[in-house]
């Protein structure tokens, strides 16, 4: 079964498969963004993680930013490259202290890319997959 239709449009199971991984990310980052809007449910955490509880507003300007560009169509691209960035920092974050969580900032920016992929056509040429 081809994955497009017409011209080069995604087929219609292919748009909306990539309108539900992108959600997954989006879902979780801006979950995270609101909790850091209370520095008092962030506390414990970002001391565990080594991060001033400070950092905590700035970070979710950023997240949100980060998502807010990722769901603008004509800005999507961008938005992938700086949520893959600021997911890149997260697993960082939890890899340095050995955490086992750290599989989940990579396994969203592995959905945002996939969703993105997915329903945008100029991606397929840039990163085709091998049959």
């Known amino acids: 079964m081809d994955a497009t239709i017409d011209a080069g449009h995604p087929a219609r199971v292919a748009v909306w498969v990539s309108y539900i991984a992108s959600a997954i990310p989006v ?28 950092s905590a507003l700035p970070l979710a300007v950023v997240e949100l930013g980060c998502v807010v560009i990722y769901l603008i169509p004509r800005t999507a691209v961008l938005g992938a490259i700086l949520m893959a960035g600021y997911l890149g920092g997260a697993t960082a974050t939890h890899a340095r202290i050995g955490e086992p969580a750290f599989i989940m900032p990579a396994l969203l920016g592995v959905f945002a890319w996939f969703g993105l992929w997915l329903r945008e056509p100029r991606l397929k040429t840039l990163l085709p997959l091998r049959s």
Do not use: I, N, R
Request: no cysteine.
């Open 27 to 54: 879902f979780f980052m801006v979950m995270s963004a609101t909790f850091k809007f209370f520095p008092s449910m962030v506390g414990d955490g970002f001391e565990h993680l080594g991060w001033p509880v400070s």
